[in-house]
């Protein structure tokens, strides 16, 4: 079974997938060696988080901006 996916096609959408699986990865391995993830960054007006928690947060975020023109390109 073959399904492609059209946010691929351009670096946005590779970087936001390699940005999420990166940060899911690396609070993965946290959990599984320590049985917690630590976070670290601490403003004090936002919740603690850490670079992992980051990439996801950054790659959702493309992810979304490089779904757009496959939204404008639908609605014509």
Known sequence: ???????LDNILGKSALGLV?????GNLIDR???GYVTDFID???WPAF???DSAIVI???IFAYSLLPLARA???
Do not use: M
Request: aromatic share 22%.
């Open 43 to 45: 403003f004090g007006f």
């Open 32 to 34: 599984l060696r320590f």
């Open 1 to 7: 079974l073959y399904h492609r996916f059209p946010f």
């Open 50 to 52: 850490n670079i992992a």
């Open 59 to 61: 790659g959702v975020i």
């Open 21 to 25: 699986l990166g940060g899911t990865v």
């Open 74 to 76: 639908g609605k014509r």
